[in-house]
């Protein structure tokens, strides 16, 4: 089987873009749609984004995502990043990636 | 549009069966469309896929899971079911209902509210 990698945390400042990675380990990133996850603390995980880059009603343009075939990765983009963003954002593939918290200062 | 929502103890002893269950509103659980599964967090960490179940009762299970799981479907109740034996203190987490959108394990949406069991004596 196969892992998902994230960094474990970054920080941007309101109104900065951030980029949050997700690494596969083996097999390659395209061969499974890769969904990313927002989760406030004693919440839920809510989808911001689903099948590599689509964005459900009500999620902000300010996300998106894509994957990138030569470094078999995904990558969820925040731009224009709000108080209200700080977040534990998880890649899925299948399998979870480990979680990465976003902090906004 | 689907809501999903987990009940059950809370808290379970050592060694027992944890068993919970998730009701279906706003659809049918014998939709065709959908698959049902289940979902854990232990406090602090990342997020595991338990397994799921079809409505025909057909289940798959996270192979480092599947001795002690167990994933039932009741259509009349429009509930499915969780039962994990031997539960140990590793056992302790938020675990989730969810709709899998992708096949049986991949975009789930959308998710119960969570429901925190406590394995302790």
């Known amino acids: 089987n196969f892992m998902l990698t994230q960094p474990h945390s970054v920080s941007e400042s309101p109104g900065k873009t951030v980029t949050i990675s997700c690494t596969r380990s083996s097999g390659s990133i395209a061969s499974n749609y890769v969904q990313w996850y927002q989760q406030r603390p004693g919440s839920a995980p809510t989808t911001v984004i689903y099948e590599d880059n689509q964005r459900p009603s009500g999620v902000p343009d300010r996300f998106s995502g894509s994957i990138d075939s030569s470094s078999n990765s995904a990558s969820l983009t925040i731009s224009g990043l709000k108080t209200e963003d700080e977040a534990d954002y998880y890649c899925?593939?299948?399998?979870f990636g480990g979680g990465t918290k976003l902090t906004v200062l | 549009q689907l809501q999903l929502q987990e009940s059950g103890p809370g808290l379970v002893k050592p060694s027992e069966t944890l068993s919970l269950t998730c009701t279906v509103s706003g659809g049918s659980i014998s939709s065709s469309s959908y698959y049902w599964g289940w979902i854990r967090q232990p406090p602090g960490k990342g997020l595991e896929w338990i397994g799921s179940?079809?409505?025909?009762?057909?289940?798959y299970y996270n192979p480092s899971l599947k001795s002690r799981v167990t994933i039932s479907v009741d259509t009349s109740k429009n509930q499915f079911s969780l039962k994990l034996s031997s539960v140990t203190a590793a056992d302790t987490a938020v675990y989730y209902c969810a709709t899998p959108r992708d096949g049986i394990d991949n975009w789930f949406d959308p998710w119960g509210q969570g429901t925190l069991v406590t394995v302790s004596s």
């Open positions: 179940i079809y409505y025909s009762g057909s289940t």
């Open positions: 899925q593939s299948g399998v």
